[in-house]
C-alpha cells in the first residue's frame, strides 16, 4: 500500500500490532519509533503520521493532515455481476482509477448465483474500495452500489451527462472517438456474454451510446480498466 487510510474514529485509539495497517508499518516500511508515514482519512484529506510510542501490544500514532482533499474523477462505472475473482478486480482496479461509484446489477445472461458470494456480505469488497485507493495514494472511496437489474438501475440512478454502454456487436463508435465535455459519465459494461437485445435497447432509449474498445473481445474487468483509462483522459475531477 503507497498510503495508509484511517477512519475518523480510529485516530485516538492505539494501533494493534495485529492490524495489516501495523504489519506493513512494522515489516514493509520497517519504519522505528519517531519515524513519519503517509497516511489518510477516509473521504478526507492525506497527511503524516509519527510512530510516537509502543507497547507489547500495539502502537500509539500522532497524526497531521494537509488542507487539500483529493477529488474522483466524474466517472460512474455499471458493471453486470460477473464471477467473483472478476469482480475483485474490477473493484480494486477502478477504484485506483479514480472512478466516483460502481454499481453491480443483473443482466438477462448473467449467472444469478454471482449475486450471492459472499464477497457483498463479509465485508470484503468494501476493503478491496479501501485498498485500491491506498494502492492509489488516495483518500476517496467510490460509492458502492447494487441493483437487481438493469432496469431498475437506470431507474433509481437515473444518469445524466454523457451516458456510455461498451457493446462489441450493435456499437456505433469507438469509445476513444468520443468527446466528453466537463459533465457526469457513465459507463456501462455487460457481463461476461454481454447484453441482450432488450437490454441494448433499454440503454438505448435512456440515451446511451453503444461504443467499442476495437474487435477484440475483451474479460470483463479488462474492458472496464481500459474503458475508464480512456475516459479519464478527458474526465476532469
Known amino acids: 500500500m503507497n498510503l495508509i487510510l484511517f477512519n475518523s474514529e480510529e485516530l485516538e485509539a492505539p494501533l ?13 516500511l520497517r519504519m ?11 473521504n ?3 497527511g503524516k503520521a509519527r510512530w510516537k510510542d509502543s507497547d507489547k501490544g500495539s502502537l500509539q500514532l500522532s497524526f497531521a493532515w494537509e488542507t487539500e482533499v483529493p477529488t474522483l474523477l466524474p466517472i460512474d462505472l455499471w458493471v453486470s455481476f460477473c464471477r467473483p475473482q472478476t469482480c475483485r478486480r474490477i473493484l480494486q482496479e477502478c477504484t485506483s482509477l479514480g472512478v466516483r461509484s460502481i454499481n453491480f446489477f443483473d443482466t438477462e445472461k448473467s449467472e ?10 463479509t465485508g470484503e469488497a468494501e476493503r478491496l474500495l479501501v485498498r485500491g485507493a491506498e494502492q492509489a495514494f488516495c483518500t ?3 460509492l458502492l452500489r447494487f441493483g437487481n437489474e438493469l432496469a431498475e438501475t437506470i431507474e433509481e440512478n437515473k444518469p445524466a451527462g454523457t451516458c456510455l454502454a461498451l457493446d462489441n ?3 456505433t463508435k469507438r469509445l476513444g472517438a468520443i468527446e466528453v465535455s466537463n459533465e457526469p459519465i ?3 459494461v455487460g457481463g461476461e456474454r454481454g447484453w441482450s437485445n432488450l437490454e441494448r435497447d433499454l440503454l438505448r432509449k435512456h440515451g446511451f451510446t453503444l461504443v467499442d474498445l476495437g474487435s477484440r473481445v475483451l474479460r470483463t474487468e479488462t474492458a472496464c480498466i481500459s474503458g475508464i483509462s480512456i475516459l479519464s483522459i478527458q474526465a476532469k475531477p
Request: proline letters at 9%; zero cysteines; charged letters at 30%.
Open 44 to 46: 478526507g484529506p492525506r
Open 140 to 142: 476517496q472511496i467510490p
Open 112 to 121: 444469478p448465483n454471482y449475486r450471492k458470494s459472499k464477497l457483498w456480505t
Open 16 to 28: 494493534k500490532k495485529s492490524d495489516p495497517r501495523a504489519v506493513h508499518i512494522l515489516e514493509v
Open 186 to 188: 457513465t459507463l456501462a
Open 169 to 171: 456487436y450493435e456499437s
Open 32 to 42: 522505528d519509533s519517531g519515524q513519519k508515514f503517509d497516511v489518510g482519512l477516509v
